[in-house]
């Protein structure tokens, strides 16, 4: 190997050390590409003239892409849906439903977290929303600080997998691929993940009622418990049913049902007394911030992947794949255990943005036999990298969920207990993948049966 091909090496080396200097992301995606690219005009293998192709790239890709208008509108979804007080009503209903079932409050705040996933996905918000109303209330229940906030982190990071999904639109920009069919692909897995806490706690609960005693709450006449039901479980029907109903029916695609779901946000924060001028212009700088961040990143890593493959680093890494003499499963392996890795330290957007362009010309080299057939290969390899960077919210040192939590917890619930409450929750995501793995129709019969 020549000195020439070590340049994409050496790029990628010195992201990954610069992303540890807390600089922002960014701007290391951004400053190494054009610093890469300087030194390859000085070994002729990168043209000057190739400087001016970042900029209809940047433009083409992320300002003109009509795919990636569905980010900030699910973000606005979110952060309005939080300020509504749905979940409050909620996790009230669940509470009184579970009440007399062992781990009780556990379980009614991961169904909680299964519903919010299905109306939006910002993750930070879903976190720090289950903490503020469950946290307390599990904590004066006397429930184990671990398995307390193991559940509520576990069920919050539900929302990046569970459609509507960002992460899932900016991977099936990334990859050219349908949303639409995305979105199918993630409901059961999002769906498997929520079962598997659920039968955790349940059983955790069952054998060690000491962590998670009952709740003394009584149930109301059956009248006022009909009318919380209907109260509470309605506004998070209706956006289901306006946001993934209007795209798994055809009706419309998933920009224009994230349009709807944040105007469904707004007419609900209006029916519950909630919406005014100054709400409405926090959700809006919020949601632009927000937005910022996410598509400044898209400019940095646009410029990155662009500058990675000039320099030959598409080649590089399937000259070193081919040399490692991996098959098919080795590869894909070897794939789901650095994007694991990478989850301990950074966020899902870097990884996604970083890791899927220089492993997405990989794919079309996969060959799974008559487990997976081939033009099925890209869906399913999108949503078990779904599943796994899931993860990346909950992994030491740097599992954003982790932080988000700590942020708002009481002084007694310690960093320790937090990481030690996530361990369990850890090994059923990875329990999910391996069987997302090993049986591919729980990704694949959905798209397959909404498509037929």
């Given at each position: 190997?020549?000195?020439?091909?070590?340049?994409?090496?050496?790029?990628?080396?010195?992201?990954a050390?610069?992303?540890?200097?807390?600089?922002?992301?960014?701007?290391?995606?951004?400053?190494?590409?054009?610093?890469?690219?300087?030194?390859?005009?000085?070994?002729?293998?990168?043209?000057?003239?190739?400087?001016?192709?970042?900029?209809?790239?940047?433009?083409?890709?992320?300002?003109?892409?009509?795919?990636?208008?569905?980010?900030?509108?699910?973000?606005?979804?979110?952060?309005?849906?939080?300020?509504?007080?749905?979940?409050?009503?909620?996790?009230?209903?669940?509470?009184?439903?579970?009440?007399r079932?062992?781990?009780?409050?556990?379980?009614?705040?991961?169904?909680?977290?299964?519903?919010?996933?299905?109306?939006?996905?910002?993750?930070?918000?879903?976190?720090v929303?289950?903490?503020?109303?469950?946290?307390?209330?599990?904590?004066?229940?006397?429930?184990?600080?671990?398995?307390?906030?193991?559940?509520?982190?576990?069920?919050?990071?539900?929302?990046?997998?569970?459609?509507?999904?960002?992460?899932?639109?900016?991977?099936?920009?990334?990859?050219?691929?349908?949303?639409?069919?995305?979105?199918?692909?993630?409901?059961?897995?999002?769906?498997?993940?929520?079962?598997?806490?659920?039968?955790?706690?349940?059983?955790?609960?069952?054998?060690?009622?000491?962590?998670?005693?009952?709740?003394?709450?009584?149930?109301p006449?059956?009248?006022?418990?009909?009318?919380?039901?209907?109260?509470?479980?309605?506004?998070?029907?209706f956006?289901?049913?306006l946001?993934?109903?209007?795209?798994?029916a055809?009706?419309?695609?998933?920009?224009?049902?994230?349009?709807?779901?944040?105007?469904?946000?707004?007419?609900?924060?209006?029916?519950?007394?909630?919406?005014?001028?100054?709400?409405?212009?926090?959700?809006?700088?919020?949601?632009?911030?927000?937005?910022?961040?996410?598509?400044?990143?898209?400019?940095?890593?646009?410029?990155?992947?662009?500058?990675?493959?000039?320099?030959?680093?598409?080649?590089?890494?399937?000259?070193?794949?081919?040399?490692?003499?991996?098959?098919?499963?080795?590869?894909?392996?070897?794939?789901?255990?650095?994007?694991?890795?990478?989850?301990?330290?950074?966020?899902?957007?870097?990884?996604?943005?970083?890791?899927?362009?220089?492993?997405?010309?990989?794919?079309?080299?996969?060959?799974f036999?008559?487990?997976?057939?081939?033009?099925?290969?890209?869906?399913?390899?999108?949503?078990?990298?779904?599943?796994?960077?899931?993860?990346?919210?909950?992994?030491?040192?740097?599992?954003?969920?982790?932080?988000?939590?700590?942020?708002?917890?009481?002084?007694?619930?310690?960093?320790?207990?937090?990481?030690?409450?996530?361990?369990?929750?850890?090994?059923?995501?990875?329990?999910?993948?391996?069987?997302?793995?090993?049986?591919?129709?729980?990704?694949l019969?959905l798209?397959?049966?909404?498509?037929?």
């Amino acid at each position: 190997m020549h000195l020439v091909d070590l340049l994409p090496l050496a790029m990628f080396a010195s992201v990954a050390l610069l992303l540890f200097t807390g600089y922002p992301v960014a701007f290391v995606l951004g400053g190494s590409a054009l610093a890469f690219g300087f030194v390859g005009t000085l070994f002729d293998v990168f043209k000057p003239i190739e400087f001016f192709n970042l900029l209809p790239r940047i433009w083409g890709g992320i300002a003109e892409n009509l795919v990636l208008v569905a980010v900030p509108l699910f973000v606005f979804m979110g952060t309005m849906l939080e300020r509504s007080d749905v979940a409050a009503d909620l996790l009230r209903a669940l509470q009184i439903l579970l009440r007399r079932v062992p781990g009780g409050l556990a379980l009614a705040v991961t169904l909680m977290g299964t519903i919010m996933a299905a109306t939006t996905g910002i993750i930070g918000a879903s976190v720090v929303m289950l903490t503020m109303m469950a946290l307390p209330v599990m904590l004066e229940r006397r429930y184990s600080h671990e398995l307390a906030t193991g559940t509520i982190a576990a069920a919050g990071t539900l929302g990046i997998l569970i459609p509507p999904s960002i992460m899932l639109v900016i991977m099936a920009d990334l990859l050219s691929i349908s949303v639409g069919n995305l979105f199918f692909g993630a409901v059961f897995p999002g769906l498997l993940l929520s079962g598997l806490y659920l039968c955790y706690i349940a059983v955790f609960a069952a054998l060690r009622p000491a962590v998670a005693p009952p709740l003394a709450t009584s149930a109301p006449p059956a009248g006022e418990l009909l009318i919380l039901l209907l109260k509470s479980f309605f506004p998070p029907v209706f956006l289901i049913v306006l946001v993934l109903g209007s795209i798994f029916a055809g009706w419309a695609t998933p920009t224009e049902a994230a349009g709807v779901g944040a105007a469904g946000t707004i007419l609900l924060a209006a029916l519950k007394g909630r919406l005014d001028l100054r709400t409405l212009v926090e959700v809006c700088e919020r949601t632009g911030l927000t937005c910022a961040m996410i598509f400044f990143i898209f400019i940095g890593a646009t410029a990155f992947s662009y500058v990675f493959r000039s320099l030959g680093g598409d080649y590089v890494v399937e000259d070193l794949i081919r040399a490692s003499g991996l098959d098919s499963w080795g590869i894909l392996v070897l794939i789901m255990v650095i994007v694991f890795l990478l989850g301990f330290f950074f966020d899902w957007v870097e990884i996604t943005l970083i890791v899927l362009p220089i492993f997405a010309p990989l794919l079309k080299t996969l060959d799974f036999g008559t487990h997976v057939a081939k033009p099925e290969i890209v869906y399913w390899f999108a949503i078990l990298l779904a599943v796994n960077l899931q993860t990346s919210f909950l992994t030491p040192p740097f599992g954003f969920a982790l932080f988000y939590m700590k942020g708002i917890c009481p002084p007694e619930v310690r960093l320790a207990e937090i990481y030690r409450g996530i361990v369990p929750f850890v090994a059923l995501q990875l329990a999910g993948l391996a069987l997302c793995i090993l049986f591919p129709e729980i990704v694949l019969w959905l798209p397959r049966a909404m498509l037929d």
